[in-house]
């Protein structure tokens, strides 16, 4: 089965310092990963995904095999970047599993 | 930017009333999703959508809930007899790859009284 493990609830920071949102995943085979962001009041948009290795809005992520981690970094925060944050796992023609998401503040 | 869209936004209904959440997904996907969010909790599969039937589907989606393309454009979730627990966020989502990620909608709040 997939599993998809976001450790932390919560992560505040300050304005222009480091971020990094955990997540881990459990799945025997190749899987396809995504962090999705969900601003106030609004839907869930799709910010990264791992095959493309694109950085979006500053943010990158790593798919990282040997940990089965696919954190996602930004070296200098901004306000804007305030919302949810959610991991999700793609297995082989079936559906996408999401992490219970986090909360990231950014302090002015 | 194509999007998917979702209505009603808000709707209230009382316990063991049918309600049926509708969608309207971008016009090449192929594939087609319900989730659900229960305040506070984390976001869960429903239901997968494809070729004109069901794909797969979740424990949560019971007897109680059905899914159907009518026409082509919509895409509709029905609860024939709603009960309190079915007080959440629904939201719609389609691909046309499942590679490329999901389009979600913006949800409608269903509030079970």
């Known amino acids: 089965a997939q599993r998809v493990t976001q450790p932390e609830k919560l992560l505040s920071v300050f304005k222009g310092a480091p971020v990094e949102l955990k997540c881990n995943y459990s799945?025997?085979?190749?899987?396809?990963l995504f962090w999705y962001v969900q601003y106030s009041r609004q839907r869930l948009q799709l910010l990264l995904r791992?095959?493309s290795r694109e950085s979006i809005k500053g943010f990158t992520a790593d798919l990282n095999k040997g940990e089965t981690s696919f954190h996602l970094k930004k070296p200098f925060a901004q306000e804007e970047d305030s919302a949810m944050y959610y991991c999700?796992?793609?297995?082989?023609?079936?559906?996408?599993?999401f992490g219970k998401g986090i909360t990231l503040s950014v302090r002015p | 930017e194509p999007e998917v869209t979702q209505t009603p936004s808000h709707q209230v209904t009382q316990m063991g009333q049918e309600v049926i959440l509708r969608c309207v997904p971008i016009?090449?996907?192929?594939?087609f999703y319900w989730y659900r969010q229960i305040l506070g909790q984390k976001v869960e599969f429903l239901v997968s959508?494809?070729?004109?039937?069901?794909?797969?589907k979740s424990e949560i989606f019971d007897d109680q809930f059905s899914v159907e393309r009518p026409d082509g454009s919509n895409f509709t979730l029905k609860i024939r007899s709603t009960k309190l627990e079915d007080s959440a966020m629904y939201f719609c989502?389609?691909?046309?790859?499942?590679?490329?990620?999901?389009?979600f909608g913006s949800g409608t709040r269903l509030t079970v009284v």
């Open positions: 989502a389609s691909s046309f790859d499942t590679r490329d990620g999901y389009t």
């Open positions: 799945y025997s085979g190749s899987p396809e």
């Open positions: 791992h095959f």
């Open positions: 999700a796992l793609i297995r082989a023609n079936s559906k996408l599993t």
């Open positions: 016009s090449n996907h192929l594939y």
């Open positions: 959508f494809y070729n004109n039937e069901i794909s797969e």
